[in-house]
């Protein structure tokens, strides 16, 4: 069951079970902390998220501490598609930055993600905002992402979990 509350006409929040949740003891065992941004707008995305939940809770190398509210949003870039839904997870880690960004990619393989054009539309995406108080700036990785402070897909989410 989801709590639906509309911020504007383009703006959606809903809130279940498992989005927003904040998990009091931190893991002492993941050595670093980040918070991705999770979206996507193929096919029922609540049940996506609420999968990728679990499947992130059994996986070892990884624990999430915290998730935001799901946000309802229109699409950027290439515009002509469905609308998103967003979300964010504190997630902690023993994984080095690079190896957990591949770690990322592969779960949105698992997910279904194919990449066949920039901003197309996606099963899921996962995307590093902050890593740790790091900046990364290779080819392959940004962080903290770029112009994250101006995507509601981002700011409004963040704002519940401080």
Not at 5 to 33: A, N
Not at 86 to 97: F, G
Not at 113 to 127: H, I, M, V, W, Y
Request: hydrophobic share 40%; glycine share 4%.
């Amino acid at each position: 069951m989801y709590i639906k509350r509309k911020l504007s006409q383009s703006l959606t929040t809903y809130k279940s079970l498992q989005f927003p949740c904040l998990r009091v003891q931190k893991d002492t065992h993941h050595r670093y902390q980040a918070v991705v941004g999770i979206g996507g707008n193929m096919g029922d995305m609540k049940r996506r998220f609420n999968h990728l939940f679990v499947y992130l809770k059994r996986e070892k190398r990884c624990s999430v501490v915290a998730t935001s509210l799901l946000l309802k949003n229109p699409p950027f870039g290439y515009v002509h598609q469905d609308d998103f839904l967003n979300a964010v997870m504190v997630i902690q880690t023993s994984l080095q930055p690079r190896e957990f960004l591949r770690f990322l990619l592969r779960v949105e393989k698992h997910f279904g993600r194919k990449r066949e054009f920039a901003n197309g539309p996606r099963t899921l995406d996962l995307d590093i905002i902050f890593f740790d108080n790091r900046i990364i700036n290779t080819q392959e990785l940004r962080v903290p992402h770029p112009h994250w402070f101006k995507r509601n897909s981002v700011v409004i989410p963040l704002e519940g979990i401080r």
